[in-house]
């Protein structure tokens, strides 16, 4: 048998007796005892706690608390684990080379017929991830460490909007994949206050002697969210915007993330919305023009006013090319 597949034995042994020499584990598994020795301390510094009892009644065993946890995964453990990795692996996971050594230990240890049968769950299991996503394996390592480190980092980000990057310090405090992007929350040092990036448009990445200590309680989620949905503690910014419109049109339009958390009423024709000014005039119009006729503002008359002058700026705008 292998290393890994010995070791693996002795810790069955140990886990299903009560205490084993050295002697008893060379012979059960045919090895020298020597070799137990190393495949012990192996085993030691992994971070399982054997203990060693010398004396004639001495040998190895395992705390109580350590026999009573399960070794092994059952079938549907493994099944979602592998289906896990699916999802983790198309959003651009950074540690895709640990998590398919992960696996490749899960199927070593797994019998032919569970294996096939969780090949059989996969089979009809996918997810799809955009088009044209850069790989972002070293930024979002760097940045993961970081975070877990307390290092500040220094990078080179351009926005959206502009056509030069800048440099920033930055203290990362989390990282988040939301609608297909990664985003890292953290302190920045040119604002002076907490902010988001897109990580894909970093444009270079490196340490900082800089060091921080990340907020308590800080949710980099909570944070993003804050700043993308209306804040129901500020009701005198907020808008009432009412929609009607075909069913399916309106459940897609209440599931979208913008509208869904600002959804107040819904009956099958109409949707009742509350949105902040800003939103209605940067972002609503844009959203609400991809389901073409099959919805109609009814309320509020900015909004519907905002609609007629983008669409007649793209009418413009296409006239003209």
Same mark, same amino acid.
């Given at each position: 048998?292998?290393?890994?597949?010995?070791?693996?034995?002795?810790?069955?042994?140990?886990?299903?007796?009560?205490?084993?020499?050295?002697?008893?584990?060379?012979?059960?598994?045919?090895?020298?005892?020597?070799?137990?020795?190393?495949?012990?301390?192996?085993?030691?510094?992994?971070?399982?706690?054997?203990?060693?009892?010398?004396?004639?009644?001495?040998?190895?065993?395992?705390?109580?608390?350590?026999?009573?946890?399960?070794?092994?995964?059952?079938?549907?453990?493994?099944?979602?684990?592998?289906?896990?990795?699916?999802?983790?692996?198309?959003?651009?996971?950074?540690?895709?080379?640990?998590?398919?050594?992960?696996?490749?230990?899960?199927?070593?240890?797994?019998?032919?017929?569970?294996?096939?049968?969780?090949?059989?769950?996969?089979?009809?299991?996918?997810?799809?991830?955009?088009?044209?996503?850069?790989?972002?394996?070293?930024?979002?390592?760097?940045?993961?460490?970081?975070?877990?480190?307390?290092?500040?980092?220094?990078?080179?980000?351009?926005?959206?909007?502009?056509?030069?990057?800048?440099?920033?310090?930055?203290?990362?405090?989390?990282?988040?994949?939301?609608?297909?992007?990664?985003?890292?929350?953290?302190?920045?040092?040119?604002?002076?206050?907490?902010?988001?990036?897109?990580?894909?448009?970093?444009?270079?990445?490196?340490?900082?002697?800089?060091?921080?200590?990340?907020?308590?309680?800080?949710?980099?989620?909570?944070?993003?969210?804050?700043?993308?949905?209306?804040?129901?503690?500020?009701?005198? !910014?907020?808008?009432?915007?009412?929609?009607?419109?075909?069913? +399916? #049109?309106?459940?897609?339009?209440?599931?979208?993330? &913008? @509208? *869904?958390?600002?959804?107040?009423?819904? !009956?099958?024709?109409?949707?009742?919305?509350?949105?902040?000014? +800003? #939103?209605?005039?940067?972002?609503?119009?844009?959203? &609400? @023009? *991809?389901?073409?006729?099959?919805?109609?503002?009814?309320?509020?008359?900015?909004?519907?006013?905002?609609?007629?002058?983008?669409?007649?700026?793209?009418?413009?705008?296409?006239?003209?090319?």
């Amino acid at each position: 048998m292998s290393k890994a597949d010995n070791m693996l034995s002795i810790l069955w042994l140990l886990k299903t007796r009560r205490r084993m020499t050295a002697k008893q584990i060379a012979e059960k598994l045919e090895i020298h005892i020597r070799t137990v020795y190393r495949y012990i301390d192996g085993l030691c510094a992994s971070g399982v706690p054997i203990e060693a009892e010398a004396g004639h009644d001495g040998g190895y065993k395992l705390p109580e608390h350590f026999r009573d946890a399960p070794l092994f995964f059952d079938l549907e453990e493994q099944k979602a684990l592998a289906q896990a990795a699916v999802f983790a692996q198309e959003a651009g996971y950074p540690y895709g080379a640990e998590l398919d050594r992960a696996l490749t230990k899960l199927q070593r240890h797994a019998n032919q017929e569970q294996w096939d049968e969780i090949n059989r769950h996969l089979s009809g299991f996918e997810v799809i991830r955009g088009p044209g996503r850069r790989g972002l394996v070293s930024e979002l390592q760097q940045i993961e460490q970081s975070v877990a480190d307390g290092r500040t980092l220094k990078m080179e980000y351009q926005t959206g909007h502009e056509s030069i990057s800048k440099t920033r310090k930055m203290d990362p405090y989390g990282l988040i994949h939301w609608k297909g992007n990664w985003y890292v929350v953290g302190f920045c040092h040119l604002r002076g206050e907490i902010r988001s990036f897109r990580v894909d448009r970093i444009r270079s990445l490196t340490g900082d002697d800089g060091v921080f200590e990340r907020p308590a309680s800080f949710s980099a989620r909570q944070f993003l969210l804050h700043n993308l949905l209306p804040d129901p503690g500020s009701s005198e !910014t907020l808008v009432t915007v009412i929609v009607r419109g075909k069913w +399916e #049109a309106l459940n897609e339009l209440c599931d979208h993330w &913008l @509208f *869904g958390h600002a959804l107040v009423e819904r !009956t099958e024709e109409e949707a009742r919305f509350s949105l902040q000014k +800003e #939103a209605i005039q940067n972002m609503v119009p844009y959203f &609400l @023009f *991809g389901y073409g006729r099959a919805i109609q503002v009814l309320e509020p008359q900015v909004l519907k006013e905002r609609m007629i002058e983008v669409a007649e700026r793209l009418l413009e705008h296409y006239r003209i090319d």
